[in-house]
């Protein structure tokens, strides 16, 4: 089947090694045989602005929402980035790649107990590729190559290619393409925005917002003999809390990350009952300015603003208090499609000499009329976005501009992001996989992605995003991408600070949770389980 040739083909791919704090390494699987029941206690950081995982793209809806709901294909426990089905029991590509197969597992119950069948895929993915007025979708420029979707029969689904796109298997592996009931977004097409109703092994109980979310086992569950927990119990929990939390036991586990003090502080408190992960991370932190505001419409101001920023130094000390570490360009650092240190030299803001680097900055300032600039800098009210937004604050007074830092809770980010009302902001972006569709969307045009939040238009990068998305031959593929790099950073529309490094910490009790280089993957808890307390 090509499911197997897919696999082998991506083996070699996007897999890079974890270093290892402690006993648990990143691909290695759980010593003994799972245990059922028990409640897993864990943490997040903050509240979801919606339960919409089409409409989001945040941690916060992720680490609560993905257990409920089932994708058509995921990564492989254990073996990432391999590819294997979710709903989808095997599927194949056409010769040409214009066409996509996907067969369903069969009696697959919605947790209304209803039968999903290819029509609820059908559905979704039309809701992500054209959503209906009033709802919206960050999935929507991932789908721009699809043309048409089929349904023959119930268990099978067809989609059709309007031409060739070399990531479209990252698409569809995506945990944010959760498979919705079709009848349901008939009768509300944003109904998912507050409601939960899916596939996936664990059925809603209740939002407390402020406080807890709270899933129950599926008995109905399409895959036999999961999930392993009795449920699970998502408390909503300020980053510090966490530290103690954990490290008291009074949960179990947070999934998205620590600093390194964080680590261990905790590792101090758990000793024996402690387990790290770490890994680099496919997230990095970005300074977005608002094309649409003077003087950020200037690509004079905006490449002074970059060029002030010394993201050498900054990685040098940043990475010792918090998750920010390497630097890097619009992909991940160490990667197959990124850029060298050397060859990054050469992008304004890169290069290595602070003074010289300044120097222009003051000129393009000067020469913009923005010699005593100021603005506010929207950001999070959380770490490590805190901390970066200190950093560019500082890097910025070093050449004579004044940023005030305006924290906000996360909705209230989000909603900013979205609407325009900002000057600049520390920004963010996550992807799933190195492939670099999904990684250079967010610099594209505002009228072609929503994610792309610095609202600018910019042809030649969508000229050039286009071309990089349907070249198969991987080395000129990547000099497609290193073209899109170097315009990306001469325009500055937006630009990288630094990208984040990953560490996990779990009390040991948490086995069968995979580690990874993103952590919007292996959220769905079917493969987690609880070893019994030490006696």
Do not use: C
């Amino acid at each position: 089947m090509a499911e197997d040739t897919h696999h082998l083909s991506r083996r070699a791919m996007l897999a890079m090694p974890a270093l290892v704090y402690g006993t648990a390494a990143l691909g290695q699987t759980p010593a003994g045989e799972p245990q059922r029941g028990g409640t897993l206690q864990y943490a997040v950081a903050a509240e979801p602005p919606t339960y919409d995982l089409h409409q989001t793209g945040t941690f916060a809806v992720m680490h609560r929402v993905a257990p409920h709901y089932s994708t058509l294909l995921q990564y492989e426990q254990f073996n990432y980035p391999n590819i294997v089905g979710d709903l989808a029991q095997s599927w194949e590509a056409a010769p040409d790649q214009l066409t996509y197969t996907f067969r369903l597992h069969p009696n697959v119950r919605f947790h209304d107990g209803t039968i999903l069948t290819s029509e609820d895929v059908r559905a979704s993915y039309a809701r992500m590729i054209a959503p209906p007025e009033g709802v919206t979708s960050n999935r929507q420029p991932a789908f721009g190559q699809i043309g048409a979707i089929e349904t023959p029969d119930p268990l099978t689904v067809v989609f059709k290619m309007k031409r060739v796109d070399a990531s479209i298997m990252d698409t569809f592996v995506s945990p944010w393409n959760s498979i919705f009931s079709a009848a349901r977004l008939r009768a509300e097409p944003n109904w998912p925005a507050r409601n939960i109703m899916g596939t996936g092994p664990f059925r809603f109980v209740e939002h407390v917002a402020g406080s807890h979310w709270v899933g129950q086992k599926f008995d109905g569950y399409f895959k036999q003999g999961k999930p392993y927990l009795d449920g699970f119990r998502a408390i909503t929990m300020a980053p510090s809390a966490m530290v103690n939390a954990l490290s008291g036991r009074q949960i179990l586990a947070e999934f998205r990350g620590f600093t390194p003090v964080e680590r261990d502080r905790i590792m101090r408190g758990l000793g024996a009952d402690g387990r790290t992960f770490e890994s680099s991370w496919m997230l990095h932190m970005l300074l977005s300015f608002n094309n649409e505001k003077p003087p950020f419409d200037d690509v004079r101001v905006r490449r002074a603003l970059s060029l002030a920023l010394d993201r050498w130094g900054g990685s040098t000390s940043l990475s010792r208090i918090s998750q920010l570490g390497a630097v890097g360009g619009m992909v991940r650092p160490g990667s197959e499609w990124s850029s060298t240190p050397a060859e990054m030299e050469r992008w304004p803001g890169y290069g290595r000499d602070m003074a010289a680097n300044r120097a222009e900055a003051r000129r393009l300032l000067r020469e913009a009329g923005q010699e005593n600039l100021s603005f506010t800098l929207m950001n999070r009210n959380h770490q490590p976005y805190v901390t970066a937004g200190i950093f560019v604050i500082d890097q910025l007074r070093q050449i004579g501009v004044r940023a005030e830092h305006q924290q906000v809770e996360l909705a209230s980010w989000y909603a900013n992001q979205g609407s325009g009302g900002f000057e600049a902001m520390i920004d963010s972006f996550t992807q799933l996989s190195d492939d670099p569709t999904n990684v250079l969307v967010k610099y594209i045009s505002k009228d072609r992605a929503g994610v792309a939040t610095a609202r600018a238009i910019d042809r030649e990068l969508d000229r050039l995003f286009d071309a990089q998305a349907q070249e198969i031959d991987k080395a000129k593929r990547k000099q497609l991408v290193g073209k899109f790099e170097d315009r990306a950073f001469e325009q500055a529309h937006l630009v990288p600070i630094l990208w984040f490094q990953r560490l996990v910490v779990l009390n040991r009790r948490v086995q069968g949770w995979t580690m990874s280089p993103t952590h919007m993957i292996y959220q769905d808890l079917a493969d987690v389980w609880l070893a019994p307390e030490r006696g």
